[in-house]
């Protein structure tokens, strides 16, 4: 009996146990843009022996990048499928998988309808002006056959241009991927009025390419100029980079709502809400892609183990994104600044007031870098169907990881009089799991690291066993050691009182336009204390009526101890409460030189502050 399941089990999941490559090219038509449905073919030819009865074709949950359930699935319509125009059987099998009986046929062509209406470099949008998509959001792939290498034919409508990261020449149509996870890592824009200007350093190609949907105020030839700038600072730290081109692909959608920055392995693609004629828009959009520019080697290639390649079935756990995320967040800061962009005071300015958003969060007494890397599927763009504490519980890995990197790199300037810092770390790291490892996988050259191996490695670059150091301040919650790290060049970091009004902590609602509803409350804060919840309608304060102009300054009339009455409006009822008003919260940090520090701290200091 045991044998007899086993045959049989082996012929039902034939598509995932076999190892024979299957021919899979892709076809990819916008006949019409108006509609947002891209229309997709999939061809998949199998081997004369191979004992498969059915293709399963699915539609990946998420893609690498964004760390939350996408569904991407749920865009799907119209599926069909066919040999030689003959229809093929097929049924729906779970939600993100459509099964296809081979009838006996070699070649199975499934086609289908994908909807796309948003542009966020992680889902696609179709419209009259482009098409902009990433990959995982349109193509499914065959199960069991992910590794294989893949074709795709994109069809654009007359008179419109196909761009991404992976073009050779002007009007390029197909493309290959060595396998699936390749091709869906290749944001692509396909329009009339996207422009492309280049500009080479250390022999490379770096393109820029823009669609404006607004005005660029003739500021694009200075934009392409600043982003050079940002690419010379990086390559001076990381050397010359493996790859012969890169593509930086900006949107200003000028639509005040799509806002995005994504790595990929040959380019990055950047959304800004915003105009190139706009000034806050222009140096966002140059922020943005100094740190998308550094992913492309942090995280891209030098990567935590659990990126790629991926089980788009389910959502990874990925530990390490406080380094992938985090410390291209502290790059990115220190990239504009070694670039030129911002001056030290302002470099510094920006540091302390991440500092301020870390140690001003609840989350960080109770959420560690680690698990804040873990919480990535509930935290990174995830949409909540319940009520959820996450704003009191969860942690940036972005924020508190750029603060890691800050300690790290400084501690080690410091223990090491100079000779070397956290960029030693990051490229004995790239050279030892990237250039250096042998292929773990199909995926990608190298292997990815564990918490251990870049432990290990920053304690060899540091010189003394950082293992203690991980599990107090990365595994554990532990407060940053600041002190230590910044008098190694001469800084101090000062707390004082908040300059921000104090709130007891009471959130509001801002998706509430009408009235000042209340949102998640600030945990163990006075409103909370004072039994207001979520939800409440605050309508007066001391006696006050309040709105969203005056409530901040009515509470703010109070001072520390005192108990103020305080009506809201809960469950179509009025309600006296009152609070007691506690201590301040929320704190502001600032970074300050020590100016008695010796001359060779001082040049430590300077050091650091230039990039080197
Ligand atoms: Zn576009
Ligand atoms: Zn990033």
Redesign the pocket.
Known sequence: MIRLILVLALTLFAPSQTSQQYGISYRLAMPHPASHLFEVTVEVTVPANDPSTFIDFQMPKWQPGRYSVADFAANVQEFSAQWQNRALTWTKIDDQTWRVQRQGNRSVTATYKVFGDD?SGTYAQLDV??A?FTGGEIFMYVAGHKPDPVELHIEPPSSWRVVNGRTERPDQHDWKYPNYEVMIDNPT?I?P??TEDNFKVDGKTYRVVI?SRGDEGARRAAFVRDVEKLVRAETAMWGRPEFDGYTFLF?FAADDRSSDGMEHLLSTQIIEPGILADRGTYDDALRTAAHEFFHAWNVKRLRPVELGPWDWTKLAATRGLWIGEGFTQYYGVEMYHRAGFEDSAGFLQNISETIAAIENSPANKLMSAEASSMAAPFIDAALHRQRTNLPNTSLSYYLKGELIALNLDLLIRGWTNGQRGLDDVMRRAYDEFYVKSANASYYLKGRGYTIDDFARVTSEIAGRDMNDWFAKYVRGVEPLPYDEALAGVGLRLVKSAASQPYTAGIVIDQQDRQSLRLGPLRTDSAAERGGLQQGDVLLSIGGTSVGRENWLTTLNRYKQEDRIPVTVRRFRQTRELTIQLGPPDIYDYRIEEIRNAPAGIKALREAWLRGN
């Open positions: 542009l002006g482009h902009n824009e329009g009025n996207w669609h949107h």
